[in-house]
């Protein structure tokens, strides 16, 4: 708190004093309860106590005014001293602004007089800038137009100089002269289009370049034949063929072949000899080839691209005489299909040739030999393809039989020595040449040889460790330093454009082979030929396979996966590419085969006596219509030939289920179909893994067996849907015993009922053997599917009894326990150890059993007792249901509407729901009468008895209600 006093007395105002001008850090009401703390201190001032005696009144306000009255006065003086001083110093400040203003005044007329000055200076000095712009101008233009001219000088020069160098073919002297003269035209470039002297001399370049060009192309083709010739390279194709027997084998069948000696086909290229060392015209064409590589390395990448395959061509032009396809080659043999390994020997001694002929001839950058071999194969290539469309005009043979294999074989034979032969080159490339071949996994039938295999000068592949295989690494690690060698001491003295830079060049795998994908059709039918029989003998063959501990499946499943799965094989080692994913869509046919034969080893549905009034119905409602594509009931549905498939299902009437029955051990037959697709459904899951796996990543999109697996499952579905329904089809029999007994004479109530005893006995044996034979996944849902049909269908054979006395109640409430419990147990029937059912099925048979329970109790009520003992037991109970429990008591009419009114009808509803019952069920009979009368003879014949029957219940039913 503020101090209010001083000690003289009187009050202290320095806060108010010293408070900022705003007051914002003064507080009036803090400051007036510092000063007056009570209200004693208003009038005796603050250091009045309380209780003391009361002092002299004139302190607090009095006191407080006098103060202020005093720091005004104080206040006053001081501010009218300040204006007295300023009023002093008024004059003096007035005088020094006068000053001020007079200087700036005069400073800027000094800037005025420099800047007329300046510009007095650049007028005189504009004439001598401008006279100096002038001469620095000409100097310049002087200067470049004695450069050009030296250049122009200089280039005419060079180019008469490489004229003469190129008449007489000294390719050295040509290859500077030709950089330097592109060199200096190349300063003349823009000048081209606009002086018609320099157009000229680019012209005249342009003509002693293409000059140059043809000249060298002249003799690299020349090389090339002379070396052919030299090597005696077009003798090739005099020898005779293997006549080895037509096997596919795999590569590692190849490749196990250690020191195997195949002379046959070998190609003798000693027979024309080796370029002579003494031969002063070959070897002066060599050494003019060599200094003609300057002259392409600066003519650039086109023309050397140009020159390289001019010489390739030219090469290959002994093989492509020795191995025409027109029809005039001397030795057809030689270009057949079956003998390509011929063509391949020929171009192994080829490259063995090119090593030792055009040794340090060709610059490494040139990539002289994967040219060469990418030359070999595309115009193998087009040879093949001739081949193989002759072979696909040709007549097809039979299917199947000994000409159609052997063409297959014959086909599948070239294409596996073309994808060896693919994977060797590559080898060969990579090891003795240094070169780098992007990956072509995905595309090659495996992966491309390792270093685990060595290749002799036959193609022959040898293990790294045999001998063999030891002799050939170490002659190829020894001409592969020799090669390093001398390519790193010409590369020191070479230019930059002839020194080779490591690139990654294109696979040559699949540039060959790619030429058969179109030509497999064959291979595709007769894959699909074998696999048609197998599935066709899969018919009538009920052999299983019980693989061990697991579920047994029919043999010709397994079968058929393992045919598939080396049928992968088969492919993967010749092609991953477009011909597998045609495969694949054969394998995708033939498991929808396999597919619908499961479905045709399982029984067709049945007729019940609704589905053949509902057929007579919709027969006569079309004829009726005059529908003139209806010619027989069958037209409409016909079980006996829907047969047991999808589509005989999707042919049922509407809203009709269909029924079969399965013969005595057809359910067996039946479970095998459904472990056998459920295998099939799991292994085709693999296989198309598999399959994607070793698929060209561009076509894995390709692969996809979720519409085969997919129906497999649904074949599976409907397997149970069989099951389920033939058990059913062997307990109708006991429920039509049911339905015969006499419940409203039955006096004595017994253990169990003789229908009973034998439904437990069909219902047991039934499932003992499907649990014996089903995974315990697919059992459970049999038990769910068979208790879900089940019970509904006692329920409505317990509704449709005539009469139940009260003893008949007690005995079928007694029936229904004991039927219940078997239900109850079947998940678990025959298990160990008391295992309990499953709690969502125990709770669904418990529910559905309980309202039958329910049903039966209200049956065996006494009539003065029913209606309250319906709603205690039966809250949700409708008049309809209270009509069911009246009707199987035998009640009459009378005593029906009396219940009904009882139980909140009103009388003329409950009169117009009895009197309905019995006009209903005649309506009924009239209905089945006339769609009988309308049918065909044999469908009247089959059903009279069942007419006769129906007829009798209504007759009994009126006599109720009368």
């Not at 020898?239 to 069948?253: M, Q, Y």
């Not at 003295?493 to 080779?500: G, K």
């Not at 045609?582 to 085969?593: G, I, M, N, S, T």
């Not at 089940?790 to 329920?795: A, E, G, K, L, V």
């Amino acid at each position: 708190m503020i101090s209010s006093t001083t000690t003289s007395g009187h009050y202290d105002l320095s806060p108010v004093l010293d408070a900022d001008d705003d007051g914002s850090a003064f507080d009036p009401v803090d400051f007036l309860n510092g000063l007056f703390p009570t209200e004693q201190s208003l009038r005796y001032g603050p250091s009045h106590r309380a209780g003391a005696p009361d002092a002299d009144p004139g302190g607090g306000l009095e006191v407080l005014s006098v103060d202020i009255r005093r720091a005004v006065d104080r206040l006053d003086a001081k501010i009218g001293s300040g204006i007295g001083s300023q009023a002093a110093a008024a004059p003096g400040g007035a005088e020094g602004i006068r000053g001020a203003l007079s200087t700036l005044e005069e400073l800027r007329r000094g800037l005025r007089r420099v800047a007329a000055s300046a510009r007095g200076t650049t007028a005189s000095v504009r004439p001598v800038v401008a006279d100096i712009r002038r001469l620095d101008n000409a100097k310049r233009n002087l200067q470049r137009s004695i450069t050009s001219l030296r250049r122009l000088h200089m280039l005419v020069h060079a180019m008469e100089r490489l004229g003469d160098a190129a008449e007489d073919r000294r390719y050295g002297e040509a290859s500077a002269l030709l950089a330097a003269a592109r060199e200096v035209a190349g300063h003349f470039e823009e000048y081209r289009s606009s002086v018609a002297e320099v157009r000229e001399c680019f012209e005249r370049l342009g003509a002693l370049e293409g000059r140059l060009e043809g000249d060298v192309r002249a003799r690299f083709e020349e090389a090339g034949r002379r070396l052919a010739e030299a090597n005696g390279e077009g003798g090739a194709a005099e020898e005779e063929a293997e006549d080895d027997e037509i096997k596919v084998i795999t590569s590692a069948d190849l490749f196990a072949q250690e020191d195997a000696s195949k002379t046959g086909g070998r190609l003798d290229h000693t027979s024309g000899g080796e370029a002579a060392p003494g031969d002063p015209e070959l070897a002066a064409l060599l050494r003019s080839v060599a200094d003609a590589c300057s002259v392409v390395d600066v003519l650039g990448d086109g023309a050397r691209t140009r020159q390289i395959a001019a010489f390739c061509d030219a090469r290959l032009e002994c093989y492509l005489e020795a191995f025409r396809v027109d029809g005039t080659c001397a030795h057809p043999a030689a270009s057949s299909l079956d003998a390509v390994d011929r063509r391949f020997a020929f171009f192994r001694t080829t490259m063995k040739n090119m090593e030792e002929d055009v040794r340090g001839i060709f610059p490494a950058a040139w990539n002289v030999a994967y040219e060469l071999t990418l030359a070999f194969l595309r115009k193998t290539g087009g040879h093949l393809a001739t081949l193989l469309g002759e072979s696909r005009g040709e007549k097809t043979p039979p299917l199947g039989g000994a000409e159609h294999s052997a063409q297959v074989a014959v086909l599948l034979k070239a294409l596996q020595k073309t994808v060896l032969f693919e994977r060797e080159m590559t080898v060969r490339l990579e090891r003795d040449y240094g070169l780098r071949l992007s990956a072509a996994a995905a595309r090659a039938p495996a992966t491309i040889v390792d270093e685990t295999m060595e290749f002799d000068a036959d193609g022959h592949a040898h293990p790294k460790d045999s001998a063999a295989g030891i002799r050939l690494r170490r002659a190829r690690e020894k001409k592969a330093s020799d090669h390093r060698q001398a390519t790193a001491a010409a590369a020191e003295h070479a230019p930059d454009s002839r020194r080779r830079e490591v690139t990654v060049l294109p696979p040559i795998v699949a540039v060959l082979s790619d030429v058969f994908v179109s030509s497999m059709g064959p291979y595709l039918s007769l894959e699909r030929h074998n696999m048609s029989n197998l599935i066709s003998s899969a018919l009538a063959d009920g052999t299983v396979d019980h693989r061990g501990t697991e579920l047994p499946v029919f043999t010709s499943s397994t079968a058929l996966f393992v045919y598939i799965k080396n049928s992968v094989n088969r492919c993967t080692v010749l092609t991953r590419g477009r011909t597998f994913l045609d495969l694949v869509a054969e394998y995708q046919h033939a498991l929808d085969q396999y597919a619908d034969l499961m479905l045709k080893k399982m029984p067709s549905p049945s007729v019940t006596l609704s589905q053949r009034v509902t057929i007579v119905a919709q027969t006569s409602k079309l004829k009726r219509q005059g529908s003139s594509t209806i010619h027989s009931d069958r037209d409409v549905y016909d079980p006996a030939h829907a047969g047991g498939d999808a589509a005989g299902s999707a042919a049922q009437p509407p809203h009709q289920p269909s029924t079969y029955k399965i013969p005595t051990g057809g359910e067996v037959t039946v479970c095998h179909v459904v472990d056998t697709c459920d295998y099939c459904a799991e292994t085709g899951e693999a296989l198309a893994e598999l399959i994607s796996d070793k698929m060209d990543p561009a076509l894995r999109d390709g692969v996809d067996m979720t519409v085969q697996v997919d129906r497999f499952h649904d074949v599976t579905a409907k397997g149970l849907q069989i099951l389920v329904s033939g058990l059913e089809s062997r307990v109708d029999a006991s429920l039509r015993k049911m339905a015969n007994m006499s419940w409203d004479r039955l006096e004595t109530v017994g253990e169990e009922s003789p229908y009973v005893l034998s439904m437990a006995k069909t219902i047991r044996e039934f499932c003992e053997q499907v649990r014996d034979l089903l995974s315990n996944s697919y059992y459970r849902n049999f038990c769910d599917k068979f208790g879900a049909a089940f019970i509904p269908s006692f329920h409505g054979a317990v509704i449709r009894l005539r009469r139940i006395s009260e003893s008949g109640t007690q005995q079928l409430l007694l029936d229904v326990y004991n039927i219940k419990t078997l239900v109850l147990r079947l998940p678990i029937l025959g298990t160990p150890g008391g295992q309990p059912a499953p709690a969502m099925y125990t709770r669904h048979v418990a529910a559905e059993f309980g309202r039958i329970e329910m049903l039966l109790k209200a049956v065996g009520t006494r009539p003065e007792l029913l209606v309250d003992v319906f709603r205690a037991n039966w809250p949700t109970g409708t008049p309809a249901d209270l009509q069911t429990v009246m009707g199987l008591k035998g009640m009459r009419r009378a005593e029906q509407q009396a219940i009904l009114e009882k139980f909140g009808m009103e009388p003329r509803a409950a009169v117009h729901a009895t009197s309905s019952a019995a006009a209903i069920a005649s309506e009924k009979a009239a209905e089945v009468s006339q769609k009988l009368s309308v049918g065909s003879s044999a469908v009247a014949a089959r059903m009279g008895s069942d007419l006769v029957d129906m007829r009798r219940k209504v007759e009994e039913l009126r006599k109720q209600f009368s």
